[in-house]
């Protein structure tokens, strides 16, 4: 996990935000993101803030976090006028080691202090071992409407490498009882670049996947935090380091296979069967919406201020047990800032962002490279990555900015 949070402004106790937040509120989309910070095991590529049984010591439990995290939703009206909450996004961790009725707890105080919109999207992740149909039933009950199954691979020794504790074969069961709980939307989080997976096992799993009948599929290449296990058993040569080429390769992959099974990409790491199944969530996340972030170690943003809480739910539980807000600290983002984050945000999505956004020059560019889409460009004045633009996108965000 991250050893330090970053450092910021002070925040008052009882959470006050600036003025200049408050200017536009609920004229821009409200969400709300629960981090729920408890895994039964830790990943060895896994840098998020998280905690086993071992490791969260005394102040905290997982039996007591929701009521903490209840306490948090109801100091939020303190700082926020009513809203209309259009997506809830429940990660972690492990959110479904909370049983489904702690997380409808939870979500039952967002809709009584905000009011969750008619058709809001409720998602929450889960690891394919920790839900069985019954579980789906209560989750369904209490009010979501889509999960989110971290599948990764479907080849055991990848799977191993990775240090999942799932079954290959038991993606596909829980996607099934999904479905058959009434969930209208499931995703599947795909994982590749890991060391020792090969073109045919990334091909597999993408196989795999679309097998499950998903309309949601999110495919990451592996990146190498500082800090973890994965990273110290690269450095000392136990492992071998992603290759950049191979990452490409497989990343050319996913887009072949996933759109000839009519899933489209809509952000540089999502595809989705329909503008419905699209995660909405993320979708406010990179167009720059408001959101509050429930958790230890959780951020939110509001109109150009952004916040984060203590890390530990120890000091989490403790901050709230005293009335006092859990932010650890805060930035007001000027005007630069917020442009430099919607272009790098922005720009990852199929719509990509207005031309006039960026370098002039450096677009001009780009359409010359094959990097944006002239069309768009020329027609639309939007910049909109190319396939190949794509596989180079940090790289021409940082020419672009």
């Excluded at 896994?46 to 109801?74: I, Q």
């Excluded at 939110?300 to 047990?321: C, D, E, I, M």
Aim: negative net charge; hydrophobic residues 40%; aromatic residues 8%.
């Amino acid at each position: 996990m991250p050893a330090t949070l970053p450092d910021g402004d002070p925040v008052p106790a009882d959470g006050t935000l600036p003025r200049s937040a408050l200017t536009g509120l609920g004229e821009r989309p409200f969400a709300f993101y629960v981090h729920v910070p408890f895994c039964v095991t830790r990943c060895g590529y896994c840098d998020f803030n998280t905690y086993t049984a071992t490791e969260l010591g005394p102040g905290a439990s997982r039996d007591s976090y929701a009521d903490t995290a209840v306490a948090e939703v109801r100091m939020a009206p303190r700082v926020h006028a009513d809203l209309p909450v259009r997506t809830v996004f429940v990660g972690g961790g492990t959110p479904t080691l909370l049983p489904p009725g702690d997380l409808g707890r939870i979500l039952e105080a967002i809709d009584a202090e905000f009011g969750l919109a008619p058709d809001a999207e409720v998602t929450t992740e889960a690891n394919p071992e920790t839900v069985d149909r019954a579980y789906l039933d209560g989750l369904r009950e209490a009010g979501f409407t889509r999960v989110s199954y971290g599948m990764q691979s479907a080849r055991e020794h990848v799977l191993k490498v990775l240090e999942r504790t799932h079954t290959p074969g038991r993606v596909p069961r829980v996607v099934e009882w999904t479905r058959q709980a009434g969930f209208a939307h499931v995703n599947l989080d795909l994982i590749y670049g890991a060391p020792g997976e090969s073109d045919d096992d990334w091909r597999a799993s993408l196989e795999a996947a679309l097998a499950c009948g998903p309309d949601h599929v999110s495919a990451y290449a592996l990146i190498v935090e500082e800090g973890t296990r994965l990273a110290a058993q690269i450095r000392r040569g136990e492992l071998a380091a992603p290759d950049d080429d191979a990452m490409a390769d497989r990343y050319l992959m996913a887009e072949e296979m996933l759109s000839a099974h009519g899933l489209t990409w809509y952000e540089i790491s999502n595809w989705a069967a329909s503008p419905d199944a699209a995660c909405h969530h993320n979708l406010l996340y990179w167009t720059g919406a408001d959101w509050w972030g429930v958790g230890p170690g959780a951020h939110s943003h509001v109109g150009g201020t952004r916040w984060w809480n203590v890390k530990h739910p120890a000091a989490y539980a403790a901050r709230l047990a005293q009335g006092t807000t859990p932010a650890h600290a805060r930035e007001v983002l000027d005007d630069e800032d917020r442009r430099i984050e919607r272009i790098m945000l922005e720009l990852r999505l199929a719509e990509g962002c207005p031309a006039d956004l960026l370098d002039g020059a450096g677009v001009r560019r780009a359409v010359a490279d094959g990097l944006l889409e002239r069309a768009p460009y020329e027609e639309d004045g939007r910049a909109v990555l190319t396939l190949r633009g794509r596989l180079l996108a940090d790289a021409v965000v940082r020419d672009l900015t």
